[in-house]
């Protein structure tokens, strides 16, 4: 008999799956390179923008700097590309930043990449969301209004399938990406060929840079800020490496192969973008990205403008979906290495980390609500926590090769730390020129998801040393009496005291009196009754019904009467939220009492409304002694 | 050791009163005027108003048709004083109309007074309140924007206070009445001087009348209409006959007596500030009350002005308070009959009916913040309730007088049976002309409070019916199986056992395998351990912990291995917030998993973090035998 709650999770997120279902499908290069670049390949649809987004108080002159600052991040790629084929080749069953970190450099660097990853996963999810959001309204631009709403309709809807538990089903996911490598191809080719042709008809034209040019501080901070921004281009780029072990064998060789042809590619869009925003003289607006003012322009509105957007669109909904998978399992590694919550550790019905993809979808809504689903101002906190694992992670692969001395350690080392070194610098410079534009939240926030590791960490650890046990046998209660409060003689009454009588053979009825009258009656009923449990009369002066049984219980093990109190409670379950309403909660006022007193247990003994207690059979109190077992104490070990 | 939310409850509330405090002063007719009328009187400050309110649509014309339905409410007003003069005397333990419609009409007309009252009580407050807030920010007009912000406050200061709980402290009471009656007088007094000295300018010149004038339907409509809100003056009257029982000797004359002098003093009042209203020629404005535009004229907007405008506040929020004392009154009356949820019967540490209180203020603020503190918008809905109680209460003392066949009981009830007649009429009247006007809400309302009383009475009857209890000595179990579900060797999983122990010789560890590699090592630590109690091993292949356990409860129960079962849960109490989020609710986790079944306990043994299990002794597994108790079971009866 489900009920209607589980009905409806099942209808939602399907039939639980057995453990044994936990299976690995290892990917081709082709589909490999479709699944673990979507992150990196739809940075293309907002890094040209959030550069020329810098630029744009120089007017149309800043479309002079935006394709020799994409082609100096070109470089950086490049370089960290490079870098990453050496970690794929010395982690060949996947390395992390948090893996590398710890691994190499220690707890607290560990911690710091472990910090930076899980801003920039939920960062992953509000920007590319918010810009594929964007991609849409900027085809339907009555759509502009409801973008938050789109923004958290489309969270939910991951967060719905992947609490269902996605595989990562190569061919499904392949389409999205092949259609977007396509149709950027056919951007790039067509929107050059006019280029060369000479048809195009910018729609600004650009003013030549005076010679010598503007070179003061402002200036220089400018470009680099332009910079700063445009290296969000660069996320994403670690995935492949962190994948290893879902390649086909060779895994290694097979993954380097496919980050050379996703940098490439990422290399390609990311220029040619910019060189096209350049000659079609195209500045950002509000409400229409510089990716769909390309199209307009180059495909010149048609049906290849549209699967450009919905292209976009896909692509980026597939970036977010990779933050679902890797959010989830580095809050599980973390949970493991008692750094997170222990929810985050377990696998729920479907094999999903339930925990860390619900947490995951919170967060990002809560940013994307709170940047109302703006792209441009969601992206300056992106990219530092990206640069600060980049500069982590290689730097903990220097360590890595000068502990090995493998052959060639030295070049290695030295490519590895000029990558560490660049990817730092970017950091600083991240940091230091976005800092008043929403950088500080994350500077701030790093710490205090570091402190917040280390205080989860420091309890569990607190926690597993004092409850170890190493006793050879369990100690001993001496003398247990049991206390049932009761309030008239009646049918729950009477269940917890068949249930007290059951389990010791102390068992006192106590009676709180709020009004002298009714307790009067109450003592001749119990008079009569006669089932040999004494009932004991506690005056409430303050009409409290719980001071006064604390302070009985209180003074039963003072005095040293019994050193094992339980309180056994009758529980009215009622069938209907409308009954809970009508019933005092009692018993969970008494445990809520009880609850700080070492040595007393509070027991409620439910009464189903509307369903009799079933018991196998009856007697009288006079028989009341302690029946042998006639049945014997197996152990029906299953196992 | 109070807690901290104790500590901030006693700073709030005070310290808990004993029972016995609860003394009842009795009254003198000067001081009972002053508690019991300020609900009456307080009237004055919208009833005229109100009528204008509707007659405006005929301009300045409106003014000469003011005074005569005054007039009329004031006839209305005779005839109901008298009709009530009558249930003074004869009950004079204090007559309310839920009783009286009860005891003479039956069940049913009893409880359409009581819904009619609870509504009335709630609209008191909410107009009481947002017409004194109006008379402060008649004075001061900058804090209009903020009048429902004023008067969610003023509510929730009446709330602390009766929560405090408050006697009916004449002297303190009696001053913000006779500072109103006093104030009235002079307003009164010297606006009449100043219109026969001739020297007043109205502010608009009241036009005559035309010879016949309109009287199509509209106008007749519009005419009652005005007549059904100048009622609202009326609400309150029948204050002084519910609390005969608060007067000093003898009671129902002294209680006659200031009935008397509460209708004049509410006649004079009303028909004064109306007539004064013609003669100054005052409409109703925006953000000014009408009694504030009075003031001003007739007082020049000095002192005086100054002192009407802070006793109608005053007396107003002491109309609010006489609420504060009848709807928790009448709750508790109800929740004894079994109309309402228990917990509106116990009076609270202070004496008061908490829950009772905290109930209208909340339906009272709702109202205020629905209606933006809007008197006027409120006021449609009022005095229908008050109209229904009047006819029920009458009509009520017709059957009295029938049945009890007293000297002079023809003329009683035909006085009684007039005043039914006539308030029923009117009650008719109100819901006609104001059913577009919000009276609907009303009409809605009362009937579903209604259905809600009847099903509540319904439940708790079934309720007391099922658990009455007649036999005369208790069942018995035969036998009783406890599980302890084990995760590990730990202190609190040893204290869960050790319980267990004490309270069952059939005991078994139970331990749900997700991870095969962990439950090997379990077993052999276990067998190490080797304290008696058999280890069982259940598999788990979609890693639930609870649905494992359920069946093997089942199991047991259905194979007839036992007919009680109870599952003792260690349970980690953590010291802070903190380490609450970092603990699985397991145990609370397994009590709902069981909730439903019969004959399954689920007993949580707290383990507190950070301190330790204080036993008396300790004993080796081998010696875990029953100990024959040293300490006698004796009765500590305490009465």
Chains 1, 2 share one sequence.
């Not at 920039?120 to 085809?139: E, K, R």
């Not at 699967?307 to 896909?314: E, G, I, K, S, W």
């Not at 997170?340 to 339930?354: I, K």
């Amino acid at each position: 008999m489900p009920t209607p709650l589980t009905r409806f999770k099942r209808i939602l997120f399907g039939r639980p799956l057995a453990s044994d279902r936990l299976e690995h499908e290892r990917l081709n290069k082709k589909t490999a390179l479709a699944v673990l670049s979507s992150d990196a390949i739809s940075s293309v649809a907002y890094a040209t923008e959030q550069t020329l987004l810098v630029l744009v108080v120089l007017g149309a002159a800043a479309l002079n700097y935006v394709v020799p600052i994409s082609a100096v991040i070109v470089g950086l790629l490049v370089l960290v590309a490079l870098s990453y084929r050496q970690t794929i080749y010395a982690y060949p069953s996947g390395g992390g930043s948090y893996t590398v970190a710890k691994d190499n450099l220690g707890r607290m660097p560990g911690l710091v990449a472990a910090a930076a990853l899980l801003t920039d996963y939920i960062l992953t999810v509000s920007v590319s969301i918010s810009s594929g959001i964007a991609a849409i309204t900027s085809a339907y631009p009555r759509l502009v209004p409801h973008t938050v709403l789109l923004c958290v309709a489309a969270v939910l809807l991951l967060m719905v399938i992947n609490l269902r538990g996605v595989r990562e089903s190569g061919i499904a996911f392949s389409v999205p990406t092949y259609v977007f490598i396509a149709i950027m191809l056919a951007l790039i080719v067509t929107g050059l060929a006019r280029v060369f042709a000479g048809t195009v008809v910018p729609r600004h034209v650009v003013p030549a840079v005076p010679h010598g040019g503007p070179l003061g501080f402002a200036f220089t901070f400018l470009i680099l800020r332009a910079f700063a921004e445009g290296c969000v281009a660069m996320t994403g780029t670690e995935a492949i490496s962190n994948g290893v072990g879902a390649f086909k064998k060779p895994s290694a060789r097979n993954a380097a192969t496919t980050l050379a042809w996703m940098a490439a590619t990422l290399a390609t869009f990311f220029i040619g973008t910019s060189i096209l925003a350049r000659h079609y003289g195209i500045l950002p607006v509000a409400n229409e990205t510089l990716l769909s003012q390309l199209g307009r322009d180059v495909f010149g509105g048609g049906v290849l403008y549209y699967v450009l957007q919905y292209a976009t669109f896909a692509l980026l909904v597939l970036a977010a979906n990779t933050a679902f998978a890797d959010f989830p399992r580095l809050s599980s590694i973390l949970s493991r290495d008692g750094y997170m919550p222990r929810q985050f550790s377990a696998r729920g019905d479907r094999l999903a980390f339930s925990n860390g993809i619900i947490a995951l979808a919170l967060f990002a809504m809560l940013l994307i609500w709170l940047f109302h689903g703006d792209t441009s101002a969601l992206i300056p906190l992106y990219a530092i926590g990206v640069f600060v694992c980049f500069t982590l992670s290689q730097a903990g692969m220097v360590v890595h090769w000068i502990r090995s001395r493998e052959p060639g350690w030295r070049w290695r080392a030295a490519l590895n730390g000029l990558g560490a070194v660049a990817t730092a610098l970017v950091s600083i410079v991240q940091v230091a020129t976005k800092f008043t534009h929403g950088a500080w939240i994350v500077v701030l926030i790093i710490p205090v998801i570091i402190l917040m590791l280390r205080r989860i960490h420091r309890h569990y650890d607190h926690f597993a040393r004092e409850v170890a046990y190493n006793g050879q046998a369990p100690l001993m209660f001496l003398h247990h009496t049991v206390i049932v409060p009761v309030n008239g003689i009646t049918k729950p009454t009477a269940g917890a005291l068949v249930y007290a009588t059951t389990i010791s053979e102390d068992v006192r009825a106590v009676y709180v009196e709020v009004d002298p009258d009714t307790s009067a009656e109450l003592r001749r009923q119990w008079a009569e009754w006669d089932i040999g449990v004494d009932l004991v009369v506690l005056e409430s002066p303050y009409r409290s019904i719980l001071r006064p049984l604390v302070s009985y219980v209180d003074e039963l093990t003072a005095r040293g009467e019994a050193d094992l109190v339980t309180v056994v409670v009758p529980e009215i379950v009622p069938r209907s939220w409308f009954g809970h309403l009508l019933h005092n909660k009692t018993a969970l006022f008494i445990r809520t009492a009880f609850v700080f007193r070492p040595n007393v247990v509070v027991t409620a003994v439910p009464y189903l409304i509307g369903r009799a207690v079933r018991l196998r059979d009856l007697m009288a109190h006079d028989e009341l002694v302690e029946q042998p077992s006639d049945i014997p104490t197996n152990s029906v070990d299953a196992a």
